[in-house]
């Protein structure tokens, strides 16, 4: 496997490899996957999926990076062309029928328990992109799914400038905010007219801001509370 970039873990210092994952790596990301969610206390953040799932991904339907410790994968982070998923995000975001194929999702992520704490979800996050960039592709916007209490996952698309744009209930009843975002600058205006903090914990309330179109652009910590903050565009 190609290595993409390589780095020395935070805690330990020791050295970690991020490569491109195929088909032929099934069973090592089946086997994370288990470790991580069986680990979890609250299952519930951790959407997993199928081998099903993650042969489409890897059979040119989206793309996969691994961090490695020596040969031990130790994280993981997808991309997903949607196709024709019947809860498309796009519309989710407001986007028409016909907008759709240009947008792609950020799947899956997650990182081995032993190794959290060390921003391998963050330094994937973006290497992924890069990777995704560096061939021509159709895609004009990526959107992703967070539950509304994963700080690490919010934190972590905060951290790449996307945006809370809607809160959906999906996977069986459960809600999850929707982050957006264009991947080449058209020129949009972004002149802010007004901006309001809403706590977390508030669900109600943010769903309100989310339904007259305000967008949420940043996570703020307040000792043990978080807030959203939340700007309207000019128009």
């Not at 991580?36 to 997993?48: A, F, G, N, T």
């Not at 809600?175 to 080449?184: D, I």
Request: charged content about 30%; some cysteine; hydrophobic content about 35%.
């Amino acid at each position: 496997m190609k290595s993409l970039s390589s780095g020395k873990l935070k805690q330990s210092k020791e050295k970690y490899e991020v490569r491109r994952l195929s088909i032929e790596n099934i069973a090592e990301i089946m086997n994370l996957q288990n470790n991580v969610y069986q680990k979890l206390i609250d299952k519930s953040k951790l959407e997993r999926l199928s081998e099903d799932e993650f042969t489409f991904i890897l059979s040119g339907n989206g793309l996969m990076i691994g961090a490695y410790l020596d040969d031990k994968l130790i994280a993981v982070r997808a991309l997903l062309d949607p196709t024709d998923d019947p809860h498309h995000l796009g519309l989710a975001i407001g986007l028409e029928e016909k907008d759709l194929d240009k947008v792609i999702y950020q799947e899956v992520s997650f990182v081995h328990p032993d190794y959290q704490g060390n921003s391998l979800q963050k330094i994937m996050g973006n290497l992924i992109m890069k990777e995704l960039n560096k061939k021509d592709h159709p895609y004009l916007y990526v959107c992703a799914t967070v539950a509304p209490d994963n700080i690490p996952s919010l934190k972590d698309k905060f951290a790449q400038q996307m945006e809370i744009k809607a809160l959906v209930t999906i996977y069986g009843e459960k809600k999850r905010y929707v982050f957006a975002k264009e991947l080449r600058d058209r020129g949009s205006n972004k002149d802010v007219i007004k901006e309001v903090k809403v706590n977390l914990a508030n669900v109600n309330e943010v769903k309100q801001y989310l339904d007259l179109h305000w967008v949420g652009t940043l996570l703020e910590q307040r000792v043990n509370e978080y807030f959203i903050k939340f700007v309207q565009y000019k128009s």
